[in-house]
T-cell receptor, first 111, second 113 residues
Protein backbone atom coordinates (compact mmCIF):
# COMPACT_ATOMS: atom_id res chain seq x y z
CA UNK A 1 0.00 0.00 0.00
CA UNK A 2 1.24 3.46 -0.93
CA UNK A 3 2.55 5.67 1.89
CA UNK A 4 0.65 8.95 2.26
CA UNK A 5 2.54 12.21 1.91
CA UNK A 6 1.51 15.63 3.19
CA UNK A 7 1.23 18.34 2.18
CA UNK A 8 0.63 17.71 -1.53
CA UNK A 9 2.23 21.03 -2.41
CA UNK A 10 3.94 23.91 -0.64
CA UNK A 11 5.31 27.27 -1.70
CA UNK A 12 8.18 28.83 0.24
CA UNK A 13 10.24 31.98 0.03
CA UNK A 14 13.99 31.57 0.10
CA UNK A 15 15.21 31.11 3.64
CA UNK A 16 11.94 29.67 4.99
CA UNK A 17 11.60 26.19 6.47
CA UNK A 18 9.35 23.31 5.47
CA UNK A 19 8.38 19.89 6.77
CA UNK A 20 7.20 17.06 4.52
CA UNK A 21 5.49 14.10 6.15
CA UNK A 22 5.20 10.46 5.11
CA UNK A 23 2.80 8.06 6.84
CA UNK A 24 2.27 4.36 6.41
CA UNK A 25 -0.63 2.12 7.40
CA UNK A 26 1.85 -0.74 7.86
CA UNK A 27 4.91 -1.20 10.05
CA UNK A 28 7.90 0.77 8.79
CA UNK A 29 11.29 -0.90 8.45
CA UNK A 30 12.96 1.85 6.52
CA UNK A 31 12.06 5.06 4.72
CA UNK A 32 13.71 6.45 1.60
CA UNK A 33 13.52 10.10 0.51
CA UNK A 34 14.16 11.29 -3.07
CA UNK A 35 13.85 14.61 -4.87
CA UNK A 36 12.87 14.91 -8.52
CA UNK A 37 13.20 18.01 -10.65
CA UNK A 38 10.95 18.46 -13.66
CA UNK A 39 11.96 16.21 -16.55
CA UNK A 40 14.70 14.49 -14.56
CA UNK A 41 15.15 11.26 -12.64
CA UNK A 42 14.61 11.03 -8.87
CA UNK A 43 17.77 11.69 -6.87
CA UNK A 44 18.56 10.07 -3.53
CA UNK A 45 18.40 12.23 -0.40
CA UNK A 46 18.29 9.94 2.59
CA UNK A 47 17.48 6.53 4.03
CA UNK A 48 16.29 6.11 7.59
CA UNK A 49 16.51 2.62 9.00
CA UNK A 50 14.80 0.94 11.91
CA UNK A 51 17.00 1.38 14.94
CA UNK A 52 18.00 4.94 14.16
CA UNK A 53 20.64 4.61 11.45
CA UNK A 54 20.55 7.29 8.76
CA UNK A 55 22.40 7.46 5.47
CA UNK A 56 22.37 10.38 3.13
CA UNK A 57 22.50 14.07 2.48
CA UNK A 58 24.46 16.12 5.00
CA UNK A 59 22.37 19.27 4.64
CA UNK A 60 18.97 17.63 5.00
CA UNK A 61 17.57 16.15 8.18
CA UNK A 62 14.74 13.72 8.76
CA UNK A 63 13.05 11.79 11.52
CA UNK A 64 11.69 8.27 11.66
CA UNK A 65 9.03 7.35 14.22
CA UNK A 66 8.54 3.59 14.11
CA UNK A 67 5.64 3.58 16.59
CA UNK A 68 3.67 6.19 14.67
CA UNK A 69 4.74 4.67 11.33
CA UNK A 70 5.77 8.12 10.15
CA UNK A 71 8.77 9.95 8.77
CA UNK A 72 9.30 13.66 8.30
CA UNK A 73 11.78 15.49 6.08
CA UNK A 74 12.99 18.87 7.37
CA UNK A 75 14.13 21.48 4.87
CA UNK A 76 15.63 24.48 6.65
CA UNK A 77 16.74 27.82 5.23
CA UNK A 78 15.39 26.76 1.85
CA UNK A 79 17.23 27.65 -1.35
CA UNK A 80 15.92 27.96 -4.91
CA UNK A 81 17.65 24.66 -5.68
CA UNK A 82 15.37 22.85 -3.21
CA UNK A 83 12.44 23.20 -5.62
CA UNK A 84 11.12 19.92 -6.96
CA UNK A 85 8.88 17.01 -6.03
CA UNK A 86 9.81 14.99 -2.97
CA UNK A 87 8.95 11.31 -2.71
CA UNK A 88 9.12 8.96 0.22
CA UNK A 89 9.41 5.24 -0.35
CA UNK A 90 8.78 2.38 2.05
CA UNK A 91 9.34 -1.39 1.76
CA UNK A 92 6.21 -3.49 1.42
CA UNK A 93 7.21 -5.54 4.44
CA UNK A 94 10.08 -6.87 6.50
CA UNK A 95 12.81 -8.06 4.15
CA UNK A 96 10.75 -6.98 1.14
CA UNK A 97 12.49 -6.03 -2.08
CA UNK A 98 9.55 -3.91 -3.15
CA UNK A 99 9.88 -0.18 -2.49
CA UNK A 100 6.51 1.59 -2.70
CA UNK A 101 6.50 5.36 -3.22
CA UNK A 102 4.06 8.01 -2.12
CA UNK A 103 2.44 10.35 -4.64
CA UNK A 104 4.90 13.13 -3.90
CA UNK A 105 5.03 16.62 -2.41
CA UNK A 106 5.68 19.48 -4.81
CA UNK A 107 7.91 22.13 -3.26
CA UNK A 108 8.34 25.52 -4.93
CA UNK A 109 10.89 27.97 -3.55
CA UNK A 110 10.51 31.53 -4.79
CA UNK A 111 12.88 34.50 -4.40
CA UNK B 1 31.24 4.78 -14.27
CA UNK B 2 28.02 5.51 -16.19
CA UNK B 3 25.63 4.41 -13.40
CA UNK B 4 22.21 3.39 -14.74
CA UNK B 5 21.55 3.96 -18.42
CA UNK B 6 18.27 3.67 -20.33
CA UNK B 7 17.47 3.64 -24.03
CA UNK B 8 15.65 5.07 -25.85
CA UNK B 9 14.93 8.45 -24.22
CA UNK B 10 11.75 8.95 -26.21
CA UNK B 11 9.52 6.53 -28.12
CA UNK B 12 6.20 6.72 -29.93
CA UNK B 13 4.34 3.48 -30.59
CA UNK B 14 1.08 2.60 -32.26
CA UNK B 15 -1.46 0.51 -30.36
CA UNK B 16 -0.61 -3.17 -30.66
CA UNK B 17 3.08 -2.73 -31.41
CA UNK B 18 5.70 -4.31 -29.19
CA UNK B 19 9.02 -2.95 -28.04
CA UNK B 20 11.79 -3.36 -25.49
CA UNK B 21 13.02 -0.65 -23.14
CA UNK B 22 16.66 -1.19 -22.31
CA UNK B 23 18.26 -0.70 -18.89
CA UNK B 24 21.87 -1.35 -17.91
CA UNK B 25 24.01 -0.63 -14.85
CA UNK B 26 27.74 -0.87 -14.34
CA UNK B 27 27.83 -0.90 -10.53
CA UNK B 28 27.50 -4.70 -10.14
CA UNK B 29 24.18 -4.25 -8.34
CA UNK B 30 22.14 -7.37 -7.73
CA UNK B 31 18.82 -5.58 -7.36
CA UNK B 32 17.11 -3.84 -10.30
CA UNK B 33 13.58 -2.62 -10.79
CA UNK B 34 11.25 -0.88 -13.26
CA UNK B 35 8.83 1.89 -12.31
CA UNK B 36 6.33 3.87 -14.29
CA UNK B 37 5.46 7.44 -13.43
CA UNK B 38 2.13 9.04 -14.30
CA UNK B 39 0.99 12.54 -13.29
CA UNK B 40 -0.25 12.59 -9.70
CA UNK B 41 0.42 8.86 -9.19
CA UNK B 42 3.99 8.84 -8.00
CA UNK B 43 6.25 5.94 -8.99
CA UNK B 44 4.63 2.54 -9.35
CA UNK B 45 6.62 -0.69 -9.38
CA UNK B 46 6.19 -2.86 -12.47
CA UNK B 47 8.74 -5.68 -12.07
CA UNK B 48 11.91 -6.23 -10.12
CA UNK B 49 14.86 -8.60 -9.99
CA UNK B 50 17.08 -9.66 -7.10
CA UNK B 51 19.75 -11.21 -9.31
CA UNK B 52 20.45 -12.82 -12.66
CA UNK B 53 17.70 -15.30 -13.49
CA UNK B 54 15.35 -14.09 -10.73
CA UNK B 55 12.44 -11.73 -11.41
CA UNK B 56 9.14 -10.98 -9.73
CA UNK B 57 6.06 -8.82 -10.22
CA UNK B 58 5.43 -5.44 -8.65
CA UNK B 59 2.09 -3.70 -8.26
CA UNK B 60 1.34 -2.99 -11.96
CA UNK B 61 2.86 -5.89 -14.01
CA UNK B 62 0.09 -6.49 -16.56
CA UNK B 63 1.17 -5.94 -20.15
CA UNK B 64 4.89 -6.05 -19.33
CA UNK B 65 7.50 -8.77 -19.38
CA UNK B 66 11.05 -8.86 -18.00
CA UNK B 67 14.05 -11.15 -17.93
CA UNK B 68 17.48 -10.91 -16.28
CA UNK B 69 20.12 -12.94 -18.05
CA UNK B 70 23.07 -10.90 -16.75
CA UNK B 71 23.74 -8.78 -13.67
CA UNK B 72 24.14 -5.68 -15.84
CA UNK B 73 20.98 -5.72 -17.99
CA UNK B 74 17.28 -5.67 -17.15
CA UNK B 75 15.11 -5.05 -20.24
CA UNK B 76 11.38 -4.33 -20.05
CA UNK B 77 9.18 -5.63 -22.86
CA UNK B 78 5.82 -4.25 -23.85
CA UNK B 79 4.02 -7.15 -25.49
CA UNK B 80 1.17 -5.27 -27.22
CA UNK B 81 1.23 -1.56 -26.47
CA UNK B 82 -1.94 0.17 -25.28
CA UNK B 83 -2.63 3.90 -24.77
CA UNK B 84 -2.82 3.22 -21.01
CA UNK B 85 0.90 2.43 -21.13
CA UNK B 86 1.74 6.00 -22.10
CA UNK B 87 4.04 7.01 -19.27
CA UNK B 88 7.59 7.78 -18.20
CA UNK B 89 9.51 4.64 -17.32
CA UNK B 90 12.39 4.60 -14.84
CA UNK B 91 14.83 1.81 -14.18
CA UNK B 92 16.57 1.70 -10.80
CA UNK B 93 19.30 -0.36 -9.20
CA UNK B 94 20.53 -0.94 -5.67
CA UNK B 95 23.31 -2.97 -4.09
CA UNK B 96 20.92 -4.73 -1.73
CA UNK B 97 17.27 -3.85 -2.27
CA UNK B 98 15.40 -1.55 0.06
CA UNK B 99 18.19 -1.26 2.64
CA UNK B 100 20.40 0.82 0.36
CA UNK B 101 19.87 3.82 -1.88
CA UNK B 102 18.35 3.45 -5.30
CA UNK B 103 20.12 4.78 -8.38
CA UNK B 104 17.65 5.81 -11.08
CA UNK B 105 18.25 5.91 -14.81
CA UNK B 106 17.32 9.04 -16.82
CA UNK B 107 13.97 7.60 -17.90
CA UNK B 108 12.18 6.72 -21.14
CA UNK B 109 9.17 8.78 -22.19
CA UNK B 110 6.76 6.49 -24.05
CA UNK B 111 3.68 7.59 -25.96
CA UNK B 112 1.23 5.05 -27.36
CA UNK B 113 -1.22 6.37 -29.94
Amino acid sequence: QQPVQSPQAVILREGEDAVINCSSSKALYSVHWYRQKHGEAPVFLMILLKGGEQKGHEKISASFNEKKQQSSLYLTASQLSYSGTYFCGTPSGAGSYQLTFGKGTKLSVIP
Amino acid sequence: NAGVTQTPKFQVLKTGQSMTLQCAQDMNHEYMSWYRQDPGMGLRLIHYSVGAGITDQGEVPNGYNVSRSTTEDFPLRLLSAAPSQTSVYFCASSSSGTGERYYFGPGTRLTVT
